[in-house]
Nanobody, 120 residues
Framework: QVQLVESGGGLVQPGGSLRLSCAASGIIVSIYTMGWYRQAPGKQRELVATIATSSASANYADSVKGRFTISRDNAKNTVYLQMNSLKPEDTAIYYC?????????????WGQGTQVTVSS
């Protein structure tokens, strides 16, 4: 059974930092493209960041570039999202995603989400 368990969310003041973790079980993270997505109230889920299997490349939404950093520790089967200089508009539920694709065959797994609230 595949599980992605996010942690590290919470309430933080504007300008503050949080580090989210996503611990995976039932899959080998090293063969998956891992990503973080978020969904704010009344909005669609959006991509925050993804990181390739080799960690050689990462992709970020324009709104978080320069503030967020995605990383992975394949030995721990864990992915992280370091969030700095947080803004109220970063408030959302953050979801971890594991994506694998070979040709036309693909699989996606999602965590249950962790709430991040940026407010003074």
């Amino acid at each position: 059974q595949v599980q992605l368990v996010e942690s590290g969310g919470g309430l933080v003041q504007p300008g503050g930092s949080l580090r989210l973790s996503c611990a995976a079980s039932g899959i080998i993270v090293s063969i998956y493209t891992m990503g973080w997505y978020r969904q704010a109230p009344g909005k669609q889920r959006e991509l925050v960041a993804t990181i390739a299997t080799s960690s050689a490349s990462a992709n970020y939404a324009d709104s978080v570039k320069g503030r967020f950093t995605i990383s992975r520790d394949n030995a721990k089967n864990t992915v992280y999202l370091q969030m700095n200089s947080l803004k109220p508009e970063d408030t959302a539920i953050y979801y971890c995603n594991a994506h694998w694709q070979a040709g036309f065959v693909s699989s996606d797994y999602w965590g249950q989400g962790t709430q991040v609230t940026v407010s003074s």
